[in-house]
């Protein structure tokens, strides 16, 4: 089981970028997919999940309204799209697997049992 994020990079305050994660190993068809991210000093922060069964989505409060996250089954593929972005989003941001199917809660990283390395997205003001 291996997963791979990538879209990471600078950008300036207001711009936008796009998270890619792509699974290996499992279908995320049928696996809960969640992103969380860390900035220096601060603890692991959950960013947004999405279900498996009907692709219903979930966001952390610092984040709700501006990022959106999707999945391509086809290419097992989970995506971060982020919007208006601040120097407060700095950070590396991980995807990780849920362990629980359809559990409707998913901001604690305890329950994620596989994570990507992480990407580092750094906005500039």
């Known amino acids: 089981v291996q997963l791979q994020a990538s879209g990471g990079g600078l950008v300036q305050t207001g711009g936008s970028l796009r998270l890619s994660c792509t699974a290996s190993?499992?279908?995320?068809?049928?696996?809960?997919m969640g992103w969380f991210r860390q900035s220096t000093m601060k603890e692991r922060e959950f960013v947004a999940a999405?279900?498996?069964?009907?692709?219903?989505?979930y966001y952390g409060m610092s984040v709700k309204g501006r990022f959106s996250v999707s999945k391509e089954n086809a290419k097992n593929t989970v995506y971060l799209q982020m919007n208006n972005l601040g120097p407060e989003d700095t950070a590396v941001y991980y995807c990780?697997?849920?362990?629980?199917?359809?559990?409707?809660?998913?901001?604690?990283?305890?329950?994620?049992?596989?994570w990507g390395q992480g990407t580092q997205v750094t906005v500039s003001s």
């Open positions: 190993g499992f279908d995320v068809a049928f696996n809960d």
């Open positions: 999405i279900k498996w069964s009907d692709r219903r989505t």
């Open positions: 990780a697997r849920h362990m629980y199917s359809s559990s409707g809660y998913y901001s604690d990283s305890q329950d994620y049992d596989y």
